[in-house]
């Protein structure tokens, strides 16, 4: 039998176990021009808190009693699309499901495995990657010399924005939640400085690792760190504002204090949502991937095993439990 994970109430505030229910179901009818695939890892992303709820203005929200759908790489099972192969390695936008089928073939990008790993097509190579890559260097634009600070620093876009802006000539200093994750951004991805902002004081810990102030911030978090920022930016500093995920489970929305900062200093802060830049992922792939293989550029995949730890797997992202990308593993590569 085929399983799939469902939503089945929407979150007020956490998201907590009941929200998710893991069912056998039929396989899927494949019909004369779908492709069949088998999941090999789902990705744990922070914007599925939002279409939990309302959705958001790029994504609809999920249905109650239908499958959680983010990035999945799969392996294609049948096919009767041109395009596609038995054998062949795919990723695409589907189902929390050991198996479903694309109609038509619609949706699925070929996965070169010349240039990862599969698991990297959803990650490094991935939106994820070109996410870091477009706030960190189209947007944030850092230059030798600047001191460029990234919030959330250990998660899947940060710890890649921050190698990123390094390799552009900043200095980079990074914001996590516990002390391995400040070791990991220091001692494996070369970060000058990392804290952990649980155990420190915003405005003291900014004071002492950037004093010269910030030129470029790479906003994960968004509130009480996105306010310290404001307070240390210099004059013509930029902001790419990527995620606001301390209020992505809160019920209400307590605003941020201290945008005057943004007239006094004529600061930059751009807004920016990955799917308005995903014709740029090839030519990214092409650059990084050289990158990925020889070691310059390190990247940590946190990979849980089994779909029905997939909701678990999602939760612990989301509370912060993970150093570097979750992943759910499904089957075999």
């Not at 890649?160 to 001692?187: C, H, I, M, T, W």
């Not at 004081?201 to 002492?208: K, S, T």
């Not at 240390?232 to 995620?243: D, L, T």
Request: charged residues 20%.
């Amino acid at each position: 039998m085929n399983k799939r994970v469902l939503l089945v109430k929407r979150p007020v505030g956490w998201v907590d176990p009941s929200c998710f229910t893991v069912e056998s179901c039929a396989e899927p009818a494949c019909g004369a021009q779908d492709v069949l695939l088998q999941a090999l890892y789902l990705s744990t992303d922070p914007y599925l808190r939002g279409r939990m709820n309302a959705g958001t203005s790029y994504a609809p929200g999920f249905e109650l009693g239908q499958p959680i759908v983010s990035r999945v790489v799969a392996r294609v099972l049948a096919s009767g699309h041109t395009g596609f192969a038995e054998g062949d390695l795919v990723w695409g936008f589907l189902p929390w499901a050991l198996r479903s089928v694309a109609p038509r073939g619609e949706g699925l990008q070929r996965i070169d495995p010349a240039l990862g790993r599969p698991s990297h097509f959803i990650s490094a190579l991935g939106m994820p990657g070109l996410t870091a890559w477009t706030g960190a260097i189209e947007i944030g634009q850092p230059a030798p010399g600047d001191t460029v600070f990234v919030s959330s620093a250990a998660g899947t876009v940060g710890q890649l924005a921050g190698q990123f802006a390094r390799r552009a000539g900043a200095r980079v200093v990074g914001s996590a939640g516990s002390d391995d994750k400040v070791a990991y951004l220091v001692d494996r991805c070369g970060f000058d400085a990392a804290f952990n902002y649980q155990r420190t004081d915003l405005d003291e810990a900014l004071r002492m690792h950037c004093p010269r102030g910030i030129d470029v911030y790479f906003d994960n978090v968004g509130g009480s760190t996105l306010e310290a920022a404001l307070r240390h930016a210099n004059v013509a500093a930029r902001f790419p504002v990527c995620g606001m995920i301390s209020t992505y489970n809160a019920v209400d929305d307590a605003g941020v204090r201290g945008l005057q900062a943004v007239l006094n200093k004529r600061i930059t802060m751009t807004g920016f949502i990955i799917y308005d830049h995903v014709h740029k992922l090839p030519a990214y792939q092409a650059r990084v991937a050289p990158w990925l293989r020889s070691g310059e550029l390190v990247f940590h995949e946190d990979i849980v095993q089994g779909l029905e730890n997939a909701p678990a797997a999602l939760i612990g992202m989301m509370q912060g439990q993970v150093i570097g990308k979750r992943l759910v593993q499904v089957a075999a590569e």
